[in-house]
């Protein structure tokens, strides 16, 4: 997808701090973190949101959710929040599926 950052990111165009490359995902650092341990998991093709993805790609969506306990398991992390913001009111600012995987302090429930 033109102009996607995630899209770029996959296909090496911008550099990002990768952690997991699959044929299906990429993980890599959160730029911004907002937590000690903050990993975005995204599938390979580009569907805008979560359940877009699960919908057209359920192999990729049920390997974004498996890449989500590697990645935290490598971090060293038992407890772990995985968050899917879907849509602008309520935190996505990048229209590529992606799952947050953050941890490394205590998280507190339910978020603000
Ligand atoms: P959203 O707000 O859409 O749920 O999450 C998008 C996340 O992508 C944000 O946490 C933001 O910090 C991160 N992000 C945006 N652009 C880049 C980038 O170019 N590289 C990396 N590593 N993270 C990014
Ligand atoms: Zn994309």
Avoid at 22 to 40: G, M, Y
Avoid at 45 to 64: G, K, T, Y
Avoid at 65 to 74: G, R
Avoid at 78 to 99: C, K, L, P
Wanted: charged residues 15%; aromatic residues 6%; contains cysteine.
């Amino acid at each position: 997808m033109p102009d996607c950052i995630f899209c770029s990111i996959v296909s090496g165009e911008i550099p990002a701090n990768i952690v997991l490359r699959t044929a299906e995902v990429v993980a890599f650092t959160d730029l911004d973190p907002k937590a000690p341990t903050h990993i975005l998991v995204i599938p390979t093709e580009h569907h805008e949101n979560a359940a877009s993805l699960a919908v057209a790609n359920p192999i990729q969506a049920a390997a974004v959710l498996a890449a989500t306990e590697q990645v935290a398991t490598e971090s060293g992390l038992s407890d772990y929040r995985i968050v899917f913001n879907t849509g602008a009111e309520a935190g996505q600012s990048v229209f590529h599926a992606h799952a947050h995987v953050l941890g490394g302090r205590d998280l507190g429930w339910p978020p603000g």
